[in-house]
């Protein structure tokens, strides 16, 4: 979706595999795929003989109580995907004790608190004890394998902890990111029908105490279903209040129990969470993920695609309260029996070098934030970055958003060192692992791309109005994948038809991920941002994510987000929101140099009609700008924006809309 003029380029400047990582010093093994020739031959087969290819990795993996014997069933056209239906695993067994059994001092959490110089250590011997006690006490609270139970809880340990407790006993959790209002704590735990909430007493981020249980107690007015809360004690502040017998300590309650609990073997198709998607385009939904399937996906991408080995300390820095945080702090991780950092700090506390030091002080070898982060710690400078060690990094990987040409190559070569290879990893809630994604030993990666599908995953390029498949190279539409995948989701919670008419049924045939893509003429992916934010000037399809690249390739440029406005002449034109890097001051002469900078980058057609310095973009609570917001401002709607409840900041809503009234 780029305009007739504009494909992104194939002849775009090209990074292959870092010699560091292609040539791996002594006594270091080299990548899982090393060449792209590997990468073809396992692709192929996963595509030409899944089966045999599913069989293989599920059992190298994973352990079963009972094996499966068929792979896959089902179809896209119909809805009722499944794999490895008649196998039973118990995910919480996968993910500890198997670790715990043989090397129970390996380390599974380094845990890196809010304060800086206080981090710890879990390791596989004392999570399984701490999972098998926590387990008992959901146990006593009645809860039997189906049960959900909402887990609201800072980034610490425990959290992860009580995940794997209820995985443990087929429990189902929904983690709600612990920065969400008490209304929309309170209506996903209405919509998830859950009984049990755990959580703290307080958080603390960047050394500011959060109210956690205060608003828990606040959400659980309108849900009187729910039994009982489970209290963290992260803080030990007097000021909680506590409602016996309804509120538990989770330090008393685990201390009655044994800590050893069995774990409980569930079907491969049994679900193991529900997770509302970060709210970036409407109304959340409660994304159903399941056990076998899922936690293949999240072990296969996370080993391939961050080439984990033993020893290496990945470093996640997602909240747990997003899919990012499930498949990649806690399950694909410990699936490996691999060592994950928990961050429960702002990468700016106490300065913009936090995730830098953490990477030297816990000498992480693969490190993964996502765009916003990056944009936002490039916008302080480099010697935050500089001052640090960061020899010990070998991957480095981002997600959530579109990554910038400009800030995939500070990251690169700042972050990096020139030394590291950086993936940009391309997928969603809904898919549960990476779908499109470079492989650190093999790809030439190309900055803004994506580049090429995981194992499994087939891509189509879409017509957006035929829906007919763009065969060949040099293809922009809307993307789509052709068949199921293991960790793909399968439903949403209560609503199927929703989960239908959102991803099948658009176009019969294929998941429909609501993203624009093109295929360029190298072969590789780029993904043009969502369908609904592209912009259609006189017939001109243009996507938001190349302006926006254009407008950050200027030095004083900090963020951006375009948006269509309403246009008698031209149908809609092009507003770009900015913010500027701390140094640069905003004035008339800036903002036509901007606006210059994306006609010469892009041609006439994409130049901004209005071009707007602002001090923030509104951005959902997991970083990701809202353009939703962005396009009702301009379009003089902003009494009717809809769902509010993913939006980070409000406070900024009446700014942005007196900015926009000035500058029309
Ligand atoms: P909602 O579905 O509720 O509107 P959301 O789409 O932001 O929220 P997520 O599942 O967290 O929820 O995000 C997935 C989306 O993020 C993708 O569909 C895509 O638009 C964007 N995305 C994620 N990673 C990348 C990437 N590497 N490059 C480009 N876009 C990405
Ligand atoms: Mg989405």
């Known amino acids: ?187 996903r735990v209405a919509d998830a029908r859950c009984r049990v909430v755990i959580t703290a007493d307080e958080g603390l981020r960047g050394s500011r105490p959060i109210r956690t249980k205060a608003i828990v107690d606040e959400a659980l007015k309108s849900c009187p279903e729910v039994e009982r809360v489970l209290v963290f004690r992260r803080t030990g502040s007097e000021q909680v209040e506590f409602n016996a017998p309804r509120d538990v300590w989770w330090h008393e309650a685990v201390a009655a129990q044994r800590p050893y609990c069995s774990p409980v073997p569930v079907n491969a198709e049994d679900p ?55 498949s990649y702090v806690v399950y694909g991780p410990l699936a490996l029996g691999s060592t994950s950092v928990v961050f429960e700090s702002v990468p700016t506390y106490p300065d913009a070098s936090r995730y830098w030091k953490l990477v030297e002080d816990h000498k992480i070898t693969q490190f993964y934030t996502a765009p916003t982060a990056i944009r936002a710690l490039r916008r302080h400078g480099d010697d935050f970055v500089t001052k640090c060690d960061l020899s010990s990094l070998r991957v480095i990987g981002s997600v959530g958003e579109p990554i910038n040409p400009d800030a995939w190559t500070w990251y690169n070569e700042i972050v990096g060192g020139n030394r590291c290879a950086v993936v940009d990893t391309y997928w969603q ?46 293809v922009s539409g809307v993307l789509a994948i052709k068949r199921s995948w293991p960790s793909m989701a399968r439903t949403i919670a209560g609503d199927h038809k929703r989960f239908l008419e959102t991803y099948l049924s658009p176009y019969p045939g294929y998941y429909f991920a609501g993203d624009g893509a093109s295929r360029d003429a190298d072969g590789y992916y780029w993904i043009r941002g969502r369908v609904d934010d592209v912009i259609n000037v006189s017939g001109h399809r243009m996507s938001t994510a190349e302006v926006e690249s254009a407008l950050i390739g200027h030095n004083a440029v900090a963020e951006s987000a375009v948006v269509a406005a309403p246009d008698e002449l031209t149908g809609q034109s092009i507003c770009a929101f900015v913010t500027l890097k701390n140094e640069f001051e905003a004035n008339d002469k800036l903002k ?52 509010l409840s993913t939006l980070s900041d409000p406070s900024i809503l009446d700014v942005l809309v007196r900015e926009v009234s000035t500058a029309i």
């Open 272 to 326: 193991l969470f529900l997770l509302y998607t970060s709210g970036s385009t409407g109304k959340p939904k409660g994304v159903v993920h399941t056990s076998g399937g899922y936690l293949l996906g999240a072990a296969l991408t996370l080993k391939y695609v961050f080439d984990i080995h033993d020893g290496d300390v990945f470093c996640c820095t997602a909240d747990i309260g997003w899919i990012t945080g499930h």
């Open 1 to 187: 979706m780029t305009s007739d003029n504009q494909e992104p380029t194939a002849q775009s400047a090209a990074y292959p595999p870092p010699e560091r990582l292609v040539k791996p010093e002594e006594g270091r093994e080299k990548p899982w795929i090393s060449s792209m020739a590997e990468y073809s031959a396992l692709y192929n087969e996963s595509i030409q003989q899944p089966d045999k290819f599913w069989t293989r990795t599920a059992n190298e993996l994973l352990t079963w109580d009972k094996p499966f014997t068929h792979v896959t069933q089902g179809s896209l056209k119909e809805g009722n995907m499944a794999w490895f239906s008649d196998g039973q695993l118990n995910i919480s067994y996968n993910c500890v004790d198997r670790w715990a059994i043989k090397d129970p001092n390996r380390v599974a959490f380094v845990y890196e608190a809010d304060e800086p110089g206080q981090a710890s250590k879990v390791t596989y011997g004392e999570l399984l004890s701490k999972v098998c006690s926590l387990a008992n006490v959901l146990h006593s609270f009645g809860l039997r394998k189906g049960d959900t139970v909402a887990i609201y809880m800072p980034m610490i340990p425990e959290a992860a902890v009580a995940m794997l407790a209820c995985a443990r006993l087929g429990l189902v959790h929904t983690v709600v990111f612990a920065g969400f209002s008490s209304a929309s704590l309170a209506e």
């Open 592 to 643: 036509a140099e901007l606006v210059k900078e994306v006609r010469t980058r892009i041609g006439p057609i994409a130049t901004p009609k209005l071009l707007i310095l602002v001090d923030e973009l509104p951005k959902t609570r997991s970083g990701k700008i809202i353009r939703r917001i962005l396009r009702k401002v301009v379009a003089g709607e902003a009494d009717q924006l809809g769902d």
């Open 429 to 474: 809630t809904e898919t549960g692992s990476h779908v499109i994604t470079p492989l650190p030993g093999a790809t030439v990666a190309k900055p803004g791309s994506a580049t090429f599908p995981f194992f499994g995953i087939e891509l189509a390029i879409l017509d957006p109005t035929t829906g007919a498949e763009l065969e060949g190279n040099d």
